[in-house]
């Protein structure tokens, strides 16, 4: 989240899309309301299925799976047609008026793809500016030359008139223009709306590309920095914010720096790469602190170790290689990964494709699996699973874990605040933390490494791995959190003076400003930097006043960047400090004291001293965006599986999507890997015989893969079977009635999964360019294991991610229902 | 006591009448009895289901939580919780928690309870030989990538900042690359 849960009662338009938020985050809706009874705000609500959030909204309109770019597409050519556009916000803080390389084209001029297409990837050479002498981007203030980013977007976006997007969304203009109206609203600077979205949003072939449709809208209507704005991602793991933060991915290290790559040889290389420079002195261009983040990184992981050498041993990934979850998947299959660690994650029921899933780790030479409960993947060889465990030679580990009241430690939520948890108990019989686990290994390959020696065992040899707890034996394997909580924040290596201050060795590092790229700091995650002092453990902090009335809760534990609880906030002023809300100001300037009052605010400096979007080279929020794989602005494609052509261009899906169905195919790999990753694609025989369009979504009362409800009697008896829901027209149509058992198949899976099936008149049918179109929806919780079970929606999903992401297809793929016939 | 089935019904309609008015004396001392959670030690922690990071209360009492409820004093749910946060009692107080270490060898039917020693020296010894083997030095390119493709890692987001953290630090210093959780999916 750009802002978090409190600050939605701030809102003037709230628009919830991607989410089920009344149903999967109810306590968001406590702000929703307040902003309601408060402010008289309106919500809006945009879904395939008519949810609980629909039933409180004061707005409801459908869409048909995957068809976000088009409404928000046509939501933003209202904006730009209408001049609902908060103009000063537009000019001075976006990057509307940079003028764009001439040669750059874009789906208006190229049916579809944006100049550089190359195969199944883009050059993205004509993504570029027009710069001066200095390296900055020449602008058109005016907003009126052929080639600055506003007349751009509005020549890309004019395509996207309202009769063209509810022909494709199959949604209804009246109430289109409604929501249009009601929401661009908020362009109004005394106004602001909000965007919740979640992984109806995320989970789409160009789920990045919807995500940034919601930028450019907001940017549009100066929604961003302000309070009651935002864009805000409601997270659905307890901390999987923070387990991103610490980057558990291939492609990051903690704190959003970058996995180093096999061309980057060298760590000067590394951080060449990486430091972005900027000449214009407005631009704060915060990435250029890159090095410092990066070598106290390698001094808390590798105390004693000069970090050019400490550079050497972590993994470079090759540059053209993707390693995320699905192809780890496809790893597994070809019987390349020998090994698996699955840390609370239950992949044999939460992947896509996961009969695939479960087909993978029979390859598998070991597994270990830490988690509370017998878990769908560390049973996948039982008879439950389908299969014969003598046929399995996979040997596999299921470790007992603490659950959180049963250890000590933090957790971070959507709002990135990082909020500490204290033990309440012991964890049932020989259950142990997570942290012991991994201690225990690091002790037990580190010894063994000191006995054996073996392949280039320095990494592990002198990796600081000293969390003792306070009080014990170093060498005793205690893992103290606050311990870590400390190496987390960083501490100063050595005496030193900075700007007059004199740290002392061991001292914590008050914050990042002051993280050195000499070596004389550590910090494992510079942007938890200030989280914990040499007095305090800002993480446990519970004081619930609030000064400022405007909810910021700044006692209240912690949160980054530097207690900042509301990020981009340089853009609630305008070029005098004056916040643009005067009922709601996120940040002021107080003249007199030459002072920032508020939230703490994002840049240094006077008012107008420095543009806001400190985070990007150029210091503005961007409207047109060269960053991405698959185009700077969002175009419209259709879902990989679709009945209906791209109304939209020649282009019918997105064109760089790694297409695992062909590669396999091409490679001809294992009949197994053939049928997982296979795909009903457009224009395929096939199509026919799998004509239903198909979502997954949660419920309440469960909670991803099942794992952590599926063993409590209390939700398992609230829902307790697997469901799939559908239109009363569809039922009728299949004479299924409410309750039967159906069928679901899918290419992936023609055998397919039953479950029960749920009529309701919360999906309709929709009309998609004169075709009627059915949409259903399975529960996605279920599995084999828990008190109560049911069939796996995954094992019908496409294994197809998005093209920046590689998040799975999750939200639309086709299917087909049949009754069973007893 | 020999009591015929008359005589028992008899006797027992005379314990119920009894009890009876044992019920409407007690009224008081119901009021006065104290709180379960009167004693119990309170444990503020928070809810981990969703990223909404609700608080809540867990009551402890002779090293045990009977209770848990909405904190509150927390500033974002101020004592509300849905239905799987109002649950939260039945994850520490389940019989279905896994309280042994579980191993099961190639090709067997069940699991087998094995000490943590064993197990952690046994997968301590099943990363070193398969890091040994499969460590890549260099690539295709002949570029030097120090990297393990052989072991995969899945998971993070249901463990605390501080094991996260820990986690990552440990695979990377293995070399692993794919090193995965629950954001990519």
């Known amino acids: 989240m750009t802002n978090h849960w409190n600050d939605i009662q701030h809102a003037d338009v709230i628009m919830i899309l991607g989410s089920n938020a009344a149903e999967n985050h109810p306590i968001s809706f406590k702000y929703v309301n307040l902003a309601r009874e408060k402010r008289g705000a309106k919500l809006i609500n945009v879904d395939p299925r008519f949810t609980r959030t629909s039933a409180t909204a004061d707005k409801y309109a459908r869409l048909r799976s995957g068809t976000d770019i088009a409404f928000i597409g046509g939501m933003i050519n209202y904006a730009l047609q209408q001049g609902r556009i908060q103009k000063d916000y537009v000019v001075n803080y976006t990057n509307a008026a940079f003028l764009v390389n001439p040669d750059f084209k874009g789906p208006a001029d190229l049916d579809g793809v944006f100049s550089g297409l190359n195969g199944n990837k883009y050059d993205k050479a004509t993504w570029s500016y027009q710069l001066d002498e200095n390296g900055v981007p020449k602008k058109d203030t005016t907003l009126q030359d052929p080639n600055c980013v506003f007349q751009l977007l509005k020549r890309h976006y004019a395509r996207y008139d309202m009769e063209t997007v509810c022909k494709i969304t199959g949604g209804d203009s009246k109430e289109y223009e409604e929501i249009y109206d009601l929401y661009t609203s908020t362009c109004s600077p005394e106004k602001s709306g909000t965007i919740m979205y979640a992984m109806g949003t995320t989970q789409h072939t160009y789920g990045s590309q919807n995500v940034r449709a919601f930028a450019v809208l907001q940017l549009l209507l100066g929604n961003i920095g302000v309070a009651g704005g935002g864009i805000n991602a409601l997270r659905g793991e307890s901390n999987v914010q923070g387990s991103t933060d610490h980057a558990a991915l291939f492609h990051i290290l903690p704190g959003y720096l970058q996995a180093p790559k096999a061309s980057q040889q060298t760590y000067q290389k590394y951080l060449e790469d990486n430091t972005p420079k900027n000449s214009d002195p407005k631009s704060v261009n915060w990435w250029g602190n890159y090095p410092k983040y990066a070598t106290s990184l390698l001094k808390a992981w590798w105390r004693d170790v000069d970090p050019e050498k400490s550079y050497d041993y972590i993994g470079k990934y090759d540059d053209d290689v993707n390693y995320s979850t699905i192809p780890i998947i496809e790893q597994m299959a070809s019987g390349k990964i020998k090994g698996l660690f699955?840390?609370?994650?239950?992949?044999?029921?939460?992947?896509?494709?996961?009969?695939?899933?479960?087909?993978?780790?029979?390859?598998?030479?070991?597994?270990?699996?830490?988690?509370?409960?017998?878990?769908?993947?560390?049973?996948?060889?039982?008879?439950?699973?389908?299969?014969?465990?003598?046929?399995?030679?996979?040997?596999?580990?299921?470790?007992?874990?603490?659950?959180?009241?049963?250890?000590?430690?933090?957790?971070?939520?959507?709002?990135?605040?990082?909020?500490?948890?204290?033990?309440?108990?012991?964890?049932?019989?020989?259950?142990?933390?997570?942290?012991?686990?991994?201690?225990?290994?690091?002790?037990?390959?580190?010894?063994?490494?000191?006995?054996?020696?073996?392949?280039?065992?320095?990494?592990?040899?002198?990796?600081?791995?000293?969390?003792?707890?306070?009080?014990?034996?170093?060498?005793?394997?205690?893992?103290?959190?606050?311990?870590?909580?400390?190496?987390?924040?960083?501490?100063?290596?050595?005496?030193?003076?900075?700007?007059?201050?004199?740290?002392?060795?061991?001292?914590?590092?008050?914050?990042?400003?002051?993280?050195?790229?000499?070596?004389?700091?550590?910090?494992?995650?510079?942007?938890?930097?200030?989280?914990?002092?040499?007095?305090?453990?800002?993480?446990?902090?519970?004081?619930?006043?609030?000064?400022?009335?405007?909810?910021?809760?700044?006692?209240?534990?912690?949160?980054?960047?530097?207690?900042?609880?509301?990020?981009?906030?340089?853009?609630?002023?305008?070029?005098?400090?004056?916040p643009w809300a005067k009922d709601k100001p996120v940040i002021w300037w107080d003249g007199l004291k030459k002072t920032w009052l508020g939230d703490v605010p994002d840049g240094g400096g006077a008012p107008g001293a420095v543009h806001p979007f400190i985070m990007v080279n150029h210091g503005h929020g961007q409207l047109f965006s060269p960053g991405m794989t698959d185009g700077p602005f969002p175009e419209h494609y259709e879902p990989l599986e679709s009945q209906v052509p791209n109304l939209l261009s020649k282009q019918q899906e997105s064109p760089v999507i790694a297409r695992y169905d062909k590669a396999v195919q091409e490679k001809v790999c294992d009949p197994m890997l053939v049928e997982g990753a296979a795909a009903c694609v457009f224009g395929s025989p096939d199509k026919d015989r799998f004509p239903i369009y198909c979502t997954t979504y949660r419920v309440t009362e469960h909670w991803q893969a099942g794992q952590m409800t599926r063993w409590l009697p209390w939700l398992g008896e609230l829902v307790p079977h697997m469901f799939v829901e559908m239109s009363e027209e569809l039922a009728k149509e299949k004479q299924i009635r409410n309750g039967e058992v159906v069928r679901i198949t899918s290419i992936r899976n023609q055998e397919g999964i039953l479950a029960h099936a749920m009529v309701t008149p919360r999906f309709k049918p929709f009309t998609v360019n004169g075709q009627t179109l059915h949409q259903v929806g399975m529960l996605w919780h279920f599995g084999y294991k828990g008190r109560v079970t049911g069939a796996i929606a995954n094992d019908l999903t496409p294994l197809v991610g998005d093209a920046n992401t590689m998040i799975p297809e999750y939200k639309a793929f086709l299917v087909n229902i049949e009754k069973v016939r007893r | 006591m020999n009591v015929s089935r008359r005589g028992f019904l008899k006797l027992a309609g005379g314990t119920l009448a009894a009890a009876g008015i044992g019920a409407s004396v007690g009224v008081k001392s119901a009021h006065a009895r104290p709180s379960k959670i009167r004693y119990a030690r309170e444990v503020p922690t928070v809810c981990p289901y969703c990223a909404v990071g609700c608080g809540i209360i867990a009551h402890v009492s002779n090293g045990k939580v009977i209770n848990t409820e909405g904190d509150p004093d927390h500033p974002i749910n101020r004592g509300s919780l849905c239905s799987k946060g109002s649950a939260l009692y039945q994850i520490p107080n389940n019989d279905k928690r896994l309280s042994k270490v579980l191993y099961r060898a190639p090709g067997s039917d069940r699991w087998e309870v094995k000490s943590w020693d064993w197990a952690l020296d046994k997968i301590a010894r099943n990363i070193k030989d398969a890091r040994d083997k499969g460590f890549v030095r260099t690539n295709a390119k002949g570029q030097v990538v120090n990297r393990v493709e052989n072991i995969a890692s899945l998971g993070g987001a249901g463990l605390d900042n501080e094991e996260v953290y820990s986690l990552v630090k440990f695979k990377r210093a293995l070399g692993l690359v794919y090193l995965e959780h629950q954001a990519r999916i």
């Open chain 1, 342 to 578: 699955c840390w609370g994650q239950n992949p044999a029921v939460g992947c896509p494709s996961t009969r695939l899933v479960r087909r993978a780790l029979a390859k598998l030479d070991w597994l270990v699996a830490i988690d509370l409960w017998e878990t769908e993947t560390a049973a996948f060889w039982q008879p439950e699973a389908g299969v014969d465990p003598a046929s399995i030679k996979t040997e596999v580990f299921l470790l007992p874990a603490a659950a959180s009241m049963e250890k000590e430690g933090s957790i971070s939520n959507s709002g990135r605040w990082a909020q500490w948890r204290w033990k309440a108990t012991e964890p049932p019989g020989d259950a142990r933390d997570d942290l012991y686990i991994m201690s225990e290994l690091v002790h037990r390959v580190k010894h063994l490494y000191e006995k054996e020696s073996g392949v280039f065992p320095e990494p592990i040899l002198s990796l600081s791995w000293d969390y003792a707890k306070a009080g014990m034996d170093p060498s005793a394997h205690h893992p103290d959190p606050r311990e870590v909580a400390k190496e987390i924040n960083g501490f100063f290596l050595k005496d030193v003076v900075i700007n007059g201050t004199a740290y002392k060795a061991g001292q914590m590092v008050p914050s990042f400003a002051l993280l050195q790229a000499d070596g004389s700091t550590c910090s494992g995650c510079w942007i938890y930097c200030n989280s914990v002092t040499d007095t305090e453990n800002r993480l446990m902090r519970r004081d619930n006043s609030d000064p400022t009335g405007l909810g910021f809760y700044h006692n209240w534990a912690w949160c980054w960047p530097v207690n900042r609880r509301i990020i981009y906030n340089r853009a609630s002023v305008d070029l005098n400090g004056k």
